[in-house]
Structure formats: C-alpha cells, structure tokens
C-alpha cells in the first residue's frame, strides 16, 4: 500500500458499537450528536414528510445529492450509464432527488466533455430521464406522489473542461491570487464581461423553461463548489454591476429567478450552497493538505479572513435573500472539490489529484452538520438539506436520525453512499439492518477515474462498474 493509501485514521468499521464511536469521539473531542439506538420505522423522522409552501409534499426526509457521473454523449445526452445511475436515485426510497446531477445550460458552461447539457436537441432526453424515474420509483414504492425531483442546472465557470478532458476552458469573474495559477491561467486572464454574463443569465432562463416542460418540480440554481453561481459570491474585487458589494455580487443569482419567473411561471426553485469556504488547500509534508500561505484571504464565502475558518454573516444574508425570493429548499454543502474537497466529502483516502486528509474527516463531516444547524436556526421556515453525511459509514443512521430529532436540518442527503449502497434510504425507512458490504468507504475512486478522463462510478463495490475494463486502467493509475 502506498504512503497515499495508507489511512491516518481509523476505519469507521473498526468502531463496531455505540461505546466505541462514543469513546473515539470522546477521546478526539468531537462533538457529532447520535442516537444509540434507532426508532421503529413509525416513529423514525426518516419518514416524516415535509410540507412545501407550493402544496407539494416530500414524502420523507431523506434525499439524494445530485451526482453526476461524466457519462454523457459529447453532444449532452445521457448514456445508459447515467440512466443507471439515475435508476440507483429512483429506486433509494428518497422522496427529494435535489438536483439528480449537474447540467450545464450551454456547451461552454460544462465542467467536462461528457456532462449532460439541456437544450432544444437534448430535451426529449430529459422528458425520458425524468419519466424512468417516475416509472421506477412506481414499480418500487407503489406511487410517486410524493416524490419531489429537481434539475440541477449549472456552468462551470472556472472550471470549464467542454471540449476536453485535459484542458479548461474557464470562464472567470475575476483573477484569483491562487487559483488562476493553479489551473493554468496567467494573472491577466481575461474575464467574463457583464454583456457574456447576461447572456448566461439568458441561457439559463431558457434551460430552465425547458427543464418546467419536461416536468421537473423544480430547479436548482446552482451556488457551491466553485462554479459559476458561486465565484459570484467571491467576486468582491470585481468592479461593475455583478461584483463588489453583496448586492452585485448577489444580482446574478436575483436576475435569474426573475427571469425564470417570468418565463416559466410556477416553476419552483433551490439553491445548492457552499454555505463556507476556506483558502485552497495543496499538498503538504507527506502529502497532508495544507492551506495557502495567506495572512488575509477575502475570497473565502461564508469564511473568515484567515481563510480557515466559518464565518456564517454573509451565508445568512444570502438565505435571507433567497427567502425573500419565495425560495423555500436549500441544499447546504462546503468548499470546492477542486481546491478543498476535505470540506465538501470528508473522506479517508483522497483522489488522484487531493491530499491526505488535514484533519480527522469526522471533523468535515461535524462542520457541515454545524452549519446546516446555524443555518436552520437562522431560517426556521427554509426547507434545509444537509449533505457531507456518507463518511458516517454505518453510524450514518444514528447521526441522521438525532440531527432530524433535534430539528438540525429538515432532510438528510446522500451523495457517495447512493453509488455503492443505493438502497440505504429504503433500508434506513423499513428499519431493515444495513448491507454492510454495499457501504462506501469513501475510496475516492468516484472522483479519481473522472479526474483521469474514465467515468465516474462506484468501482470498489458496484458490480456493474468492477467489470468494467476501466476499473484495471483505474487500479493501474492508482499503484
Ligand atoms: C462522483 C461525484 C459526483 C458529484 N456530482 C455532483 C453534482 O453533479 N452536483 C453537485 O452539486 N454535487 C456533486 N457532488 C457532491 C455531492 O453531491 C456531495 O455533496 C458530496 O459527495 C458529499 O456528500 P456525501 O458525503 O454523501 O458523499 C458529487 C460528488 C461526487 C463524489
């Protein structure tokens, strides 16, 4: 096993009972709530629903994270490998699917040459997706009343790769004193205009139209991970009307939830959120992630100047905007997968292109937690999702169910966990013991093949993918 394998901390499975997790997180002063014991299934909050302003009702409180898979046509059309993977979302027992994944509203907004993308052509395709998801969720459960599914839309800004795999084609809002360097851009790389700026709010609004047709309840203007919606965030060195102040910085996001209802009255909204962000994190000393060097980091949303800290004030006003807005569900996430994904999916072993965890992924997980509960302090009538939650592994449900008990957060996410061990959500509501060899062991493997140019998926545990001839290439790229 090499150095980069080798984990700096236990196994979630070594903690084999309550006084074992109770005693580990004693001991490193972590301060995560769970419950000992798990509630029948009639009186879990797992399946408690959740009553929407628009009259929709979710039928349970669990849901799925968008996933994407890097499995599109290049023309943006799904393969049968998103339509799997779409069919784990469909039968998890999971009443919101926020998002299903991220689609790129034009060609030059997508993260890589093989995400999906809604326009006039591909739309047929989307009116399909969403009805094999109704199908078999029906086939499953015996309805789909109750089942809310929304369409992530998305560009990629910074870190656009739509023609391939090995090179960016960003779009920025402004230099980054770390990240232009990072990704191959000289300090004077030019920036989006206001003029290219409102013809992406356009495109927006006309995928969002598209997606209201197809029959998705909602869509989710996407603000996390360093995409687009959320370097907007950051932009406060921009000048001009879409940077600057929390004003500018937030007109982006206001101008299109005007356009979308206008467009497309009566379609609902979300917003996925980085809630915090902390400075980019690289390679340290033995290849443990280490911050930047920076005395006064600005860039950080909803973090403090040092970079490595929470810092919620400005995370609240944006809540507080999207309530004003008439947006009711907030899906809160962390950081950037490009440069600190310790804070977005705490996991033991990092992908090809990470780091060796800086701290005790439980931590990660714990902040989440935490901020999603301020949070939902904060905006008691905001429908709130939290996420971060696979690296729990098989405490995943004693976490879950004392975060819904204590009102923390309305619904519990799950990302990771959906690719190997779809059918947790359904177990987790039936009261039915968990299949422990379908449990993600946060392997990273999901991230390091699409980082590698192969698709994503759940090579160490999923059938289907450990056949694949890209798992040897993936075990190959890995010794
Ligand atoms: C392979 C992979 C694909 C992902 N795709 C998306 C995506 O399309 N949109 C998004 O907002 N987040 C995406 N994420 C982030 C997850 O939704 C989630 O926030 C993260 O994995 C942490 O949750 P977890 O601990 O349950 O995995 C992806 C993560 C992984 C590992």
Redesign the pocket.
Known sequence: MSAKNKPRYPRMAQLKTTDDLRNYLQTNAIDLPFDDALLPPDNSPFSRPIQLKSGKTIGNSLCI????GWDGTLDGRPSDFTRNRWTKFAVSGAKLLF?C??VAVCHGGKANPNQLVLNTDTFSDFVALREQLLRQHAEQFGNTHDLVIGL?LTHSGRFCKPNSHKKFESKILYAHPYLNARFGMADDYPVLTDDEIDRIIGQYVDAAVLAQKAGFDFVDI?H??GYLGHEFLSAVSRPGKYGGSFENRTRYLRTIVAGIRQAAPGLEMGI?LSAFDFLPFKKGPDDVGIPEPADQYPFAFGGQTSGQGVDLTESKALLALIESLGIQLVCI?GGS?YYNPHL???ALFPPSDGYLPPEDPLLGVKRQIDVTHELKKAFPELVIIG?????LQEWLPNVAQSVLQAGMADSI?????VLSYPTMPADMLAGRPLTRNQICRTFSD??TAPRNGLI?GCYPLDPAYKKLPQAEELKELKV
């Open positions: 994270l968008p996933m994407e998002g994944e991220a992530q996407k996390c991970h996925r996430t997968p977005m999916r705490p996420s971060g939650y696979s690296y996410g799950f990302g990771r966990m999901c991230t994503s």
